[in-house]
């Protein structure tokens, strides 16, 4: 991983092992490169505000996705449990309950109130969700990425029935990013790919 802070080493054996993960089964968004999106994120909060644990939230962005398969609702949980293997094998000392309570979080993408979580977390799932404050076209690509991986799993009208309420749930919420930090930046562009996304999906 090509991190400006990367504060733990990742060995050649486990970069392997996670980066076959991401790619079981083929995905069209929610793949290494997306690790890669969020960690530079990530980066850009070490620079700014900075990490408490940087570890474990490192570790956190590294595994979030890793166990991907739509339409089931414990991707997180099993990602999590990949993260707490890998860390027993491989980086002892770091906290596995911390990496694993932080991917479990974002299982509740866009239903975590700034309050229920430290700021950490907070800025964890921001990294994740930055992608709604993107530039259009980027935004675009992402949302085209979704709906190509829930093709062949969730009928058409379902998964954009369900699409379009989880997006105007966003768009619905007093804050979309629960940090400052992400908040002052991306919530203006992020109202504006939500709200035409939104209108697209009718």
């Not at 290494?32 to 994120?41: A, E, F, L, P, S």
């Not at 800025?123 to 062949?152: K, N, Q, S, W």
């Amino acid at each position: 991983m090509n991190a400006a802070v990367a504060p733990v080493t990742i060995l050649p054996e486990q970069q392997a092992a996670i980066e076959a993960a991401y790619a079981t089964p083929p995905r069209a968004y929610h793949h290494y490169g997306h690790v890669q999106d969020v960690m530079r994120n990530y980066d850009m909060v070490a620079a700014g505000p900075g990490w408490k644990q940087p570890a474990e939230v490192y570790l956190a962005v590294l595994y979030h996705d890793a166990v991907y398969q739509p339409g089931r609702n414990d991707n997180e949980a099993r990602s999590a449990e990949l993260a707490r293997e890998h860390i027993a094998r491989w980086l002892p000392g770091v906290d596995p309950a911390r990496v694993a309570a932080l991917i479990e979080l974002t299982a509740r993408h866009g239903r975590v109130a700034a309050e229920e979580v430290d700021e950490d977390a907070s800025l964890f799932l921001d990294c994740d969700m930055a992608i709604l404050g993107a530039e259009p076209a980027v935004f675009d690509a992402y949302d085209r990425g979704i709906a190509a991986e829930y093709r062949g799993h969730v009928p058409g009208w379902l998964y954009k029935l369900n699409r379009r309420r989880f997006l105007k749930g966003l768009l619905a919420r007093e804050r979309i990013f629960l940090s400052e930090f992400f908040h002052a930046r991306l919530d203006a562009q992020a109202r504006r790919n939500l709200r035409r996304a939104v209108t697209e999906k009718r």
